[in-house]
């Protein structure tokens, strides 16, 4: 062979051995938390893994006979058993059963309701960790007024009494229960399953929305979920692929004390405006390694680096006393000065903003048009201009 010829191969060789490393390492990112062998350790054939686009804290793989092992980031794994079978043998002593579909569910997690909502899974929802005042979700809402669905006391409050008389099969918590460890403990000595939903930790915004497909997963509604996930896709494909538009935002609310609450550089909301076209206008906002996606700031601070930006949105979840761009400047008067004020580029958000998962393509969408549009435009899909 000639040297010509040996060095092609050679430099193929490498090519591809690269190409392998590379696949190798993003495929370990994906699976490394999963802590070895995703299998149920007694041999049962395994059948396939569910699809996922961009969520990369759960997985969930389907095994003979109707069984699904869903794996959550934190090392927790649970099996799904069909509803009439029984739980197979030799199942490894880390896994949780769980029938399927789940039912009589305690919903602690506020991001989650709207998941279930839109799976029109409610009936499977017993018990909620908020009261009925709290929800923005009219379905939950109103389905805990005509009490098909009871307070069962907060994360760090549950009533067990209530909770055992429902015959819960299932709480999910989110990762506020992490503060209080003993109630998770006590809840699963009581022999009831808790699944720490781990979506805050997605790395892309439609990461968190297709936390849908895991809880159809336990339902068995995959193919309803698998729509839903792909129209909030395609809102934002719609959008994304678009150029930048070089407009600087700014996402923030004025809290009792007065202080500026902000978003932490690269927490989903901010991608959510990269998303649509905008640069948030703090780079290098607060630790990425802490799982905080605020960050408090003084008003002087606030006004240094955002005075100059071009679209202010102010977040009413927290803060819901703001109506008006008078409103706005009575929290403090340095607001008048600046440019997005006087330019009469401020938008609120609605509070349903944070309860809505299922939106967040949509979402994407409105803060694109709120970027692009002409000077008319005064109300989207989850904001609106103040006048």
Known sequence: MGKVKRGVVMFCALLF????????????????????????????KWAGSMELKYAGQFSVDYYEGGYVLLSVSDGSRFLAVPEGME??????????????????????????????????????????????????????????????????????????????????????????????????????????????????????PLGRLEWIKLYAALLGKEELANQLFDEQVAHMESVSGQESTGKTVAFFYVSSNGSVVVRRSGDYITKMIELAGGDYVFE???????????????????????????????????DGSVRTLDDLTAKNELFGDFKAVQSGNVWCTDKNLFQETTQIGLMISDMHEMLTAESGLKELNFMYKLQ
């Not at 590379?22 to 490394?32: E, L, N, Q």
């Not at 906002?285 to 960050?295: H, I, N, R």
């Open 17 to 44: 051995a690269a190409a392998l490393l590379v696949s190798g390492c993003a495929a370990s990112a994906r699976t490394d938390w999963r802590a070895g062998d995703p299998g149920l350790g007694n041999g049962l």
């Open 284 to 318: 290098n906002l607060g630790d990425p390694e802490k799982a905080t996606s605020t960050v408090n700031m003084e008003m002087e601070q606030f006004y240094a680096t955002a005075k100059e930006a071009d679209y202010i949105i102010y977040n009413s979840t927290i």
């Open 87 to 204: 739980a197979p043998e030799g199942v490894g002593g880390d896994i949780v059963i769980i029938r399927r579909p789940a039912d009589d569910i305690y919903l602690v997690a506020t991001s989650a309701m709207c998941l279930f909502d839109a799976l029109e899974a409610l009936p499977n929802v017993s018990l909620s960790g908020s009261k009925a005042q709290d929800w923005y979700i009219e379905n939950a809402k109103t389905a805990m007024q005509a009490g098909d669905i009871l307070y069962a006391g907060k994360y760090n409050k549950p009533d067990y009494e209530l909770i055992l008389s429902a015959g819960c099969d299932l709480a999910v918590e989110s990762t506020m229960i992490n503060h209080t460890p003993e109630v998770k403990e006590k809840l699963e000595e009581l022999g009831i399953p808790v699944l720490v939903e781990q979506s805050s930790y997605e790395t892309h």
